[in-house]
């Protein structure tokens, strides 16, 4: 059972647009959640988290924003730059666990 | 401040073979994890210490992987024999216990089992 679903695998967006990466969740313990970016041969690298007493938080160019009761978090990128062209994991946990389950992964390609 | 170190960064081993993967964490983290990435798929938990103590192994395959960290710092995979489907990424974490409880992960070790 997936408990942390991101149903796109691929995203192609132009430089300077928005990119929208989607994830959704199952388990209504989950109450904190992070997005991760991974470039090819690295490990993944924390962008951004959100905890579920807020609906949005907004770091730079990135935002994440969280609907508890549609079970749904995104991330937007703007403006959308090559050098954003990775992997993009989101993750769940619930408090007190430090346990977290991520999704499949999103491959962010941005072209110049 | 240097990040999660691991080695090797890629192995190829023969089916029934020994293998072993070691990992030394952020300075001060107290917790480590370590993750199996297949491809196309997010990381998966094996095992999760906090300091020196396991204290979620559920999803570790005990039949043919162990873990140690021992004094709490480094930390050493074992997988014992491998199995082709045991190829994938293997992924050390670490984080604090402190907000905002992001994970820090290393560069992580591929694993060809032939």
């Known amino acids: 059972d997936q408990q942390v679903k991101q149903n796109s695998p691929s995203l192609s967006v132009q430089e300077g647009r928005i990119s929208i990466l989607n994830c959704d969740y199952t388990?209504?313990?989950?109450?904190?959640f992070l997005w991760y970016k991974k470039y090819p041969a690295e490990g993944p690298t924390f962008l951004i988290s959100?905890?579920?007493?807020?609906d949005k938080n907004e770091d730079g160019r990135f935002t994440v924003f969280l609907n508890k009761s549609a079970k749904h978090l995104s991330l937007h990128i703007v403006p959308s730059q090559p050098g954003d062209s990775a992997v993009y994991f989101c993750?769940?946990?619930?408090?007190?666990?430090?346990?977290?389950?991520f999704g499949t992964g999103t491959r962010l390609k941005v072209l110049a | 401040e240097a990040g999660v170190v691991q080695s090797p960064r890629y192995k190829i081993i023969e089916k029934k073979q020994p293998v072993a993967f070691w990992c030394n964490p952020i300075s001060g983290h107290n917790t480590l994890y370590w993750y199996r990435q297949n491809l196309g798929q997010g990381p998966e938990l094996l095992i999760r210490?906090?300091?020196?103590?396991?204290?979620?192994d559920s999803q570790l395959p005990k039949d043919r992987f162990s873990a140690e960290r021992l004094k709490g710092v480094d930390s050493t995979l074992k997988i014992q024999p491998a199995e082709l489907g045991d190829s994938a990424v293997y992924l050390c974490a670490s984080s604090s216990r402190n907000p905002p409880y992001e994970q820090y992960f290393g560069p992580g070790t591929r694993l060809t089992v032939t």
């Open positions: 993750a769940a946990s619930a408090s007190g666990t430090y346990k977290y389950i």
């Open positions: 210490y906090e300091n020196e103590e396991a204290v979620d």
């Open positions: 388990n209504s313990m989950f109450d904190y």
């Open positions: 959100i905890s579920s007493i807020k």
